[in-house]
């Protein structure tokens, strides 16, 4: 699929996830329910969210193991500047602008830094998936959607666990996957192992179970912390949910629901997660629409001031940074 064909079917997913969020939206009642809001709360987004960029440059160093050592600087810079690309730029290139921004600039091997990149999204995935399994249990919803989230509470479980068995019974695992893959066609089965073998090999990163741990637990603080934004959010809009509870489902369906691909910022997407999210206790579509606009624009801001402070300070221009997500990859898919 050509470059603009994708970006063109990621801008009608916004629209299409957009007007979900929006089509019974009463204007007025969003436009006095931002007015009303507490926006002493909604700046303090902005350092909470410059905090969850530092933690990610934190928890990014032990992901990358064996991949070598960098400066903290390069870390937030790199994360700083990928993240504020995904924001501006399509097709999300900032999860390929912050492994090359750091590979090239500490000259660690890109295969190492991207395999790290690919350890976070999927610990990220676990959290996510256990936030969203744990939360059905703690609050009314449907039979069907109960359902849902159990199920999705066992696969996080089955994730964690498989993770477990690749990383500390590495022979073990090789050996169930060759036994599996020799039962399928021989082309499709030498490229499941294949990866298998590549996952594997990005797991040693993690070279101890104090490693794995710190993983772990670098990740659920991570998301502790974006949670705490959707607290500020209830407190600025005077929001009378249980907060606890809340954060949690808000902090799982919007991090599912940015997880579809969408255009760049993802607009659409984080409008309709928050719109689900805050509908499950109660709050009004309209009201629910005014505090997904007012978080995301902070957050937006907050993201993209990171960024432009990391380029300025490396002597880079966004233009630049997007050539070389490009060029790396051309090369990739080559």
């Known amino acids: 699929m050509s470059r603009n064909l994708r970006i063109a079917l990621s801008v009608l997913i916004s629209a299409l996830l957009l007007w979900l969020a929006l089509r019974d939206v009463d204007w007025g009642e969003a436009w006095t329910a ?3 809001a507490s926006y002493v709360w909604v700046l ?6 410059w905090w ?7 928890r990014w160093r032990v992901f990358l193991g064996k991949v070598g050592e960098a400066p903290m600087s390069t870390l ?3 994360t700083n500047i990928g993240f504020m690309a995904n924001m501006v730029l ?3 290139v900032g999860e390929v602008i912050r492994p090359v921004l750091l590979s090239r600039k500490e000259g660690l091997p890109l295969s190492g830094v991207l395999g790290s990149c690919l ?6 995935m676990f959290c996510i998936l256990l936030l969203f399994g744990a939360s059905v249990s703690l609050v009314q919803v449907s039979d069907r959607v109960q359902q849902w989230g159990y199920a999705l509470l066992t696969l996080a479980m089955t994730v964690a666990g498989v993770l477990v068995v690749l990383r500390f019974a590495e022979s073990l695992a090789l050996r169930i996957s060759r036994a599996v893959c020799d039962l399928l066609p021989e082309r499709f089965g030498s490229a499941l192992h294949g990866f298998v073998e590549g996952f594997v090999n990005a797991l040693s990163m993690l070279d101890s179970p104090s490693a794995f741990l710190r993983a772990f637990g670098w990740t659920f603080f991570l998301w502790v912390v974006i949670g705490l934004i959707y607290v500020l959010g209830f407190w600025a809009f005077h929001m009378d949910v249980p907060t606890a509870k ?3 489902i808000a902090t799982a369906i919007i991090a599912i629901a940015v997880s579809v691909p969408s255009a760049p910022g993802f607009i659409g997407a984080y409008q309709l997660g928050c719109v689900i999210s805050l509908a499950i206790f109660g709050v009004d579509e309209s009201e629910a629409v005014a505090y997904s606009l007012v978080l995301h624009a902070f957050q937006f801001i907050s993201v993209i001031s990171a960024g432009l402070y990391s380029l300025w300070m490396e002597g880079m221009s966004l233009g630049e940074v997007e050539a070389e997500s490009q060029e790396t990859e051309a090369g990739i898919s080559g």
């Open 76 to 78: 937030v810079s790199s």
């Open 52 to 58: 969850t960029l530092y933690i990610r440059a934190q």
């Open 246 to 248: 809340a954060a949690l």
């Open 90 to 92: 399509p097709l999300r």
């Open 44 to 49: 303090l987004m902005v350092p909470v969210t």
């Open 119 to 124: 350890l976070e999204r999927i610990f990220d």
């Open 34 to 36: 931002m007015r009303g």
